[in-house]
């Protein structure tokens, strides 16, 4: 597996799991730098529950 700026790859061949198309996965990024900018809120979530919302003042800041 492995994960960049642009895309992911996961290897699923040892997985008795079949992945069918269309079907979602969740991917936990290992450093928000890839990721935070690119949206206008971070939710932050405990027991699966909604505890806090920031806005990204970041967002879209790159240059």
């Keep these: 597996y492995g994960m960049s700026v642009e895309h992911g790859h996961i ?3 040892a997985c008795k799991h079949r992945f069918k198309i ?3 996965l969740s991917i936990i990024p290992v450093h928000q730098g890839m ?6 809120e971070l939710v932050g979530v405990r027991k ?3 505890e806090v919302i920031w806005e990204v003042a970041a967002r879209g800041k790159i240059r």
């Design 11 to 13: 290897d699923v061949s």
């Design 48 to 50: 699966g529950k909604v």
């Design 22 to 24: 269309g079907e979602k």
């Design 35 to 40: 990721t935070l900018n690119l949206h206008d």
